[in-house]
Nanobody, 115 residues
Framework: QVQLVESGGGLVQPGGSLRLSCAAS????????IYWYRQTPGTQRELVAV???????NYADSVKGRFTISRDNAKKMVYLQMNSLKPEDTAVYYC?????????WGQGTQVTVSS
């Protein structure tokens, strides 16, 4: 089993940067595909980025060129570097670990982009 804890959210001005972290506990972290999702009230969770166990990285079109996902399997950490933030990036950001037969979520961290 894997437990995920996100951190690093907060209030930032448009154009600013934040780095979100996702700390994992449990074994075999490296076999999980790791996703970052975000959600605003009244909407479905939106996929932001993925870093698979095999090293494949993909981003939503809305964040390409601005966000960077990375992972450190030895430290069981996943990061989301967010640059050039826009008000529409405001959301609760969730870390998700997924592999065959398992799907784990963190509690989320709030990101607010506002002047």
């Amino acid at each position: 089993q894997v437990q995920l804890v996100e951190s690093g959210g907060g209030l930032v001005q448009p154009g600013g940067s934040l780095r979100l972290s996702c700390a994992a506990s449990g074994s075999l972290f490296s076999i999980y595909d790791i996703y970052w999702y975000r959600q605003t009230p009244g909407t479905q969770r939106e996929l932001v980025a993925v870093f698979t166990s095999g090293g494949t990285i993909n981003y939503a079109d809305s964040v390409k060129g601005r966000f960077t996902i990375s992972r450190d399997n030895a430290k069981k950490m996943v990061y989301l570097q967010m640059n050039s933030l826009k008000p529409e990036d405001t959301a609760v950001y969730y870390c998700n670990a997924r592999t065959l037969g398992a799907n784990y979520w963190g509690q989320g961290t709030q990101v607010t982009v506002s002047s």
